[in-house]
């Protein structure tokens, strides 16, 4: 799967609350025919005006599987992958815990979300651990990819925040 890909999943609400199935035998599966496992579960919570990324690993690229339970997010995606007809350009998708849907990510792309509610808790499985001395940093405001965040100063780590601008050198190697 080299394509980014929403995948609604299914909710079952009454007035007690919802119950969901994160991941199920037939998800893994057809991931599994593509050669993709998941390896770790992450949990990320954060409050209103947070920004985190744009993150990736190169080389030892992750693909993710993103899921909001609780709040929103405003998530985006850039495809840095050397030869890809989409390489340099960005999606963007609005994910919350009250619309039940997945967000794949595959390997070689750089992924940020903005929290948008008043605060935010994400899910995410990767393919691969975290490998940090690959971790990278594309600036969230870089003008190459002149991303319209609906925020103007965000809330940002120390790292995030003295991220420099994208160089094409530094197009993510994927071994």
């Not at 998941?38 to 993150?55: A, P």
């Not at 948008?116 to 691969?128: G, K």
């Not at 990278?136 to 925040?161: G, H, M, Q, Y």
């Amino acid at each position: 799967m080299d394509h980014p890909k929403l995948i609604p999943r299914q909710r079952f609400s009454d007035d007690r609350g919802w119950y969901e199935v994160l991941a199920d035998p037939e998800l893994c599966r057809e991931f599994s025919l593509h050669g993709l496992e998941w390896l770790q579960w992450n949990v990320s919570q954060s409050t209103q005006g947070v920004l985190r990324g744009l993150h990736h690993q190169s080389p030892q690229p992750q693909a993710k599987l993103v899921r909001v339970l609780q709040g929103e997010v405003w998530d985006v995606i850039l495809d840095l992958r050397p030869g890809s007809a989409t390489y340099g350009e960005w999606q963007s998708f609005e994910l919350s815990g009250e619309n039940p849907q997945a967000l794949y990510i595959p390997e070689g792309f750089s992924h940020g979300f903005l929290t948008t509610s008043r605060n935010a808790t994400l899910i995410y499985a990767v393919n691969r651990p975290r490998h940090i001395a690959g971790e990278k940093i594309v600036r969230w405001n870089d003008p190459r990819f002149a991303i319209p965040w609906p925020i103007k100063t965000p809330i940002l780590s120390e790292r995030d925040a003295v991220a420099e601008d994208w160089r094409d050198d530094e197009a993510v190697q994927m071994t």
